[in-house]
C-alpha cells in the first residue's frame, strides 16, 4: 500500500523559514516523481514543486522560486520542502504526491492531474 505522510506545518511570521518532510512508504523514489502541491481556501490546489526521480530535475513556479527547495534523501525515502522567505500568501494546506507516469518518463509535473497518490495534508499559515 502506498502512503505518503507529510509534516512541518506551522505556524510562521512573515519572513521566517518551514521545512516540510513527506515519507514515503510503499514505493521507491527512483520510480515516482514527488511534487508538492498547496491548496488555500477558496482556491484551486496549484504545484508548488517537484523533483523527478532519483533526485533529478526540480520545477517550481515563479511565486515560489528562488525562495522553496525540494531535495530527495533517497535512502529515507523522504522528499523535503525548504521554505524561506515565506509570505503570508503562502498560507494553505500543503500536500505531497506521487506520479508513476512521471517516474517512468524521469519528468516531474507542476499538474495535480497527473498525480496517482497524495498525502494528508499538512497547514502552513504565515502572519503579517
Known amino acids: 500500500e502506498v502512503q505518503l505522510q507529510a509534516s512541518g506545518g506551522g505556524l510562521v511570521e512573515a519572513g521566517g523559514s518551514l521545512r516540510l518532510s513527506c515519507v514515503a512508504s510503499g514505493l521507491s523514489l527512483s520510480d515516482y516523481a514527488i511534487g508538492w502541491f498547496r491548496q488555500a481556501p477558496g482556491k484551486e490546489r496549484e504545484g508548488v514543486s517537484c523533483i523527478s526521480p532519483s533526485d533529478g530535475p526540480t520545477y517550481y513556479p515563479d511565486s515560489v522560486k528562488g525562495r522553496f527547495t525540494i531535495s530527495s534523501d533517497n535512502a529515507k525515502n523522504t522528499v523535503y520542502l525548504q521554505m524561506n522567505s515565506l509570505k503570508p500568501e503562502d498560507t494553505a494546506v500543503y500536500y505531497c504526491?506521487?506520479?508513476?507516469?512521471?517516474?517512468?518518463?524521469?519528468?516531474?509535473?507542476?499538474?495535480?492531474?497527473?498525480?496517482?497518490?497524495w498525502g494528508q495534508g499538512t497547514q502552513v499559515t504565515v502572519s503579517s
Open positions: 504526491a506521487a506520479d508513476i507516469d512521471g517516474g517512468a518518463l524521469g519528468m516531474a509535473t507542476l499538474w495535480p492531474s497527473e498525480y496517482d497518490y
